[in-house]
């Protein structure tokens, strides 16, 4: 049996590090899942798990240990940012900008009563009492690549060794930060008397006044005279609309109109155009036929065809410049990203991943098949070489010291910060640079899940040795009160604000909040109670900015007031 002991008493084979790790992961994992009042602490148990793991003994040399919790924190903020990039400058549009200033208020608000419960209950003398108020601030708002973002820039304030374990802060904020930002949200709901199935009901009336800009298809006839005698370029250039004509109908012939196509008074066309634009183009051409020419159309040689863009080269090319009309003679009518559809500007930027309908004859829609690619088995591999190229830069990115007075060490955007911001601009830009960033959800999802549990089960450990102590015999319950305030204190002032002021929809709110927190549980619960989009709309538009911001008032926060 001394084989079996040795396994877990000699903590520097490989053998041993890798049990130790696939133990903790697994039971964190695992107990993770079990639900009281049906909610659940998810992944973030694996840290429970490892600073028990720590507290007995079971541990790993701290080099190994350091570089694993580096290492996870890298691949998980970098997939991460691959995530939110395309969507990161668009939430700044329409009502986005409002959302995310709200936003941006709590994340300030989240600090500011840090700081407040700092300088009331604790002593400011302690160097460490700051930092640990840290762990607790992203224990409370859930938010594990703060806390990481937190722990790598305390290194290079404190001497080595000297480091403070703020994970055991987190730990104690982060139980009640969950509970918490579910139970504010709850309370504001009273606060401003709301009423849920009044909220249903004003997001279906806005959804029938405002129609958003999705495919719409209808066959109308031309009578209008001055249409007559004229292309269809000319026709939509007039209207200043985007629309595509997928097929046309004269003396009985279906073809499919091109650029040059003259339209005539009785032709019948299918139009494919954005539901807020349906009535206008319909008042300009002419009525809706209410029996579609459906035999005749049949009768020729047409098809519709989804296609899926998987060839690298089509990375960022727009739909206007690829002529499809006049070189491939079909028409795009519709395109599909990430499940929604879309509207088939020419303006619209084709992205690795992006499934487009395509309708005329069957060779034509072959050829642009083989062109955009069309192979599921491309999307079925990552990128790996993007991620890593994106992982190299963003390390050279983070390492660039910048010395702004009245800092005892030069900002730099560390190991958190700098793959976070690099990872944001390929994902939204890396078409430039022939860098295709395109994951299935459930590869990006097991690396950021890998990277998490490693940050996770590696801080746990280190954290296990002193945990008790912390706890029971320090300011452990400190921790959880003052957890408890930083979490539904800004959630209170501005839910109330957003509701009251702004007159957003309480669901919006929810997903607002949800957002800011970057916490899967409390959307889920606003999923709950809303059937419809409104929570997830609310907790995407705030998501990217949030988690940035997040990340980098972290490594500030340390920078600025943990080094004197």
């Known amino acids: 049996m001394d084989w079996l002991i040795n396994l877990f008493t000699s903590t520097d084979t490989v053998a041993h590090i890798a049990l130790l790790y696939a133990l903790v992961i697994a039971i964190g994992v695992l107990l993770g899942k079990v639900k009281v009042c049906g909610i659940s602490l998810g992944v973030t148990f694996v840290l429970f798990a490892g600073i028990l793991a720590g507290h007995i003994g079971f541990t790993a040399p701290i080099n190994i240990l350091t570089f694993l919790q580096d290492f996870g924190l890298i691949l998980f903020v970098f997939c991460i940012g691959l995530q939110v990039g395309p969507g990161f400058f668009e939430s700044f549009r329409k009502g986005g900008v409002t959302l995310n200033l709200l936003s941006t208020v709590i994340i300030l608000l989240n600090i500011a009563v840090m700081f407040g419960c700092y300088w009331l209950f604790f002593d400011t003398s302690n160097p460490k009492n700051l930092p640990m108020m840290v762990g607790t601030l992203y224990g409370a708002v859930t938010n594990t690549p703060g806390l990481g973002a937190a722990n790598e820039a305390l290194t290079s304030v404190f001497g080595k060794g000297d480091v403070p374990q703020i994970a055991s802060g987190y730990a104690c904020a982060y139980p009640l930060g969950v509970l918490g930002i579910i139970g504010a949200t709850i309370a504001i709901r009273y606060i401003t008397r709301v009423k849920l199935n009044r909220e249903e009901h004003r997001l279906n009336d806005q959804e029938a006044e405002n129609p958003h800009a999705k495919p719409h298809q209808m066959h109308l006839k031309v009578t209008n005279n001055y249409i007559a005698g004229r292309t269809l370029l000319e026709i939509s250039e007039f209207l200043n609309r985007d629309l595509i004509c997928s097929r046309l109908l004269h003396d009985n012939s279906v073809t499919i109109p091109k650029n040059n196509t003259i339209f005539n008074l009785g032709d019948e066309v299918l139009v494919v155009c954005a539901e807020a634009d349906a009535e206008a183009i319909q008042a300009f051409i002419g009525p809706e036929i209410d029996t579609p020419w459906h035999t005749e159309a049949e009768a020729q040689p047409l098809i ?261």
């Not at 083989?370 to 190299?392: C, H, Q, W, Y």
């Not at 793959?419 to 994902?427: F, K, N, S, T, V």
């Not at 959307?523 to 949030?546: H, M, Q």
């Open 304 to 564: 519709s065809k989804r296609i899926v863009v998987t060839r690298a080269s089509m990375n960022g090319k727009t739909l206007g410049k690829m002529h499809f009309s006049s070189v491939y003679g079909v028409n795009v009518t519709r395109i599909t990203r990430q499940g929604m559809d879309v509207f088939a500007s020419r303006d619209y930027r084709f992205q690795v991943g992006d499934r487009i309908m395509v309708v005329g004859p069957e060779d034509n829609v072959n050829r642009v098949a083989e062109a955009m690619g069309n192979s599921i088995k491309r999307l079925d591999a990552p990128n790996i070489a993007t991620i890593f190229i994106g992982i190299v830069v963003g390390i050279l990115f983070g390492s660039i010291p910048l010395a702004l007075p009245g800092m005892p060490v030069p900002l730099k955007l560390g190991i958190a910060g700098g793959p976070l911001i690099i990872a944001i601009l390929i994902g939204r830009f890396g078409y430039r640079f022939k860098l295709v960033t395109y994951t299935t959800t459930s590869a990006n999802m097991m690396l950021r899940e890998i990277g998490l549990v490693l940050f996770l089960a590696s801080v746990g450990i280190k954290a296990g040795a002193n945990f008790w102590e912390t706890v029971v015999q320090g300011d452990g319950l400190k921790y959880v009160y003052t957890g408890f305030f930083i979490t539904i204190i800004p959630i209170l002032i501005v839910g109330t604000i957003a509701r009251l002021h702004f007159k957003f929809n309480y669901f919006t709110i929810m997903g607002m909040i949800a957002g800011t927190y970057t916490d899967p549980p409390a959307l889920a619960y606003a999923n709950s109670v809303c059937s419809k989009e409104a929570p997830a709309v609310g907790y995407s538009t705030v998501y990217p900015l949030s988690m940035f911001l997040r990340i980098f008032t972290a490594q500030l926060i340390v920078l600025f007031c943990c080094g004197g």
